[in-house]
């Protein structure tokens, strides 16, 4: 059974820093690429970015420069650093993974932008 576990969400300033983790487990993780994915209240899940199984990350247009995703594959746990933060990051971030072309997501870790 996949099961992945999402960390380190919190309450930031604007400007601030945080690192989320994904720790994955009932899967051969170094086959599978990863996804971080966000909702805000209100609003449509979205695809924040993708890390393929050798380390090639993407991002959508909005978090570029700022965001980086990483894994670590021995320790079965992707990561997004996120710098720089702004108001409009404020979500729940999921973790995502597709084996045998079925969805698996975490639980999401709140991520809170404020002053």
């Known amino acids: 059974q996949v099961q992945l576990v999402e960390s380190g969400g919190g309450l930031v300033q604007p400007g601030g820093s945080l690192r989320l983790s994904c720790a994955a487990s009932?899967?051969?993780?170094?086959?599978?690429?990863m996804a971080w994915y966000r909702q805000a209240p209100g609003k449509q899940r979205e695809l924040v970015a993708t890390i393929t199984n050798v380390g090639s990350a993407s991002y959508t247009e909005s978090v570029k420069g700022r965001f980086t995703a990483s894994r670590d594959n021995a320790k079965n746990t992707v990561y997004l650093e996120m710098n720089n933060l702004k108001p409009e990051d404020t979500a729940v971030y999921y973790c995502h993974v597709v084996r045998f072309d079925r969805d698996y997501w975490g639980q999401g870790t709140q991520v809170t932008v404020s002053s």
């Open positions: 009932g899967m051969s993780f170094s086959l599978y690429s």
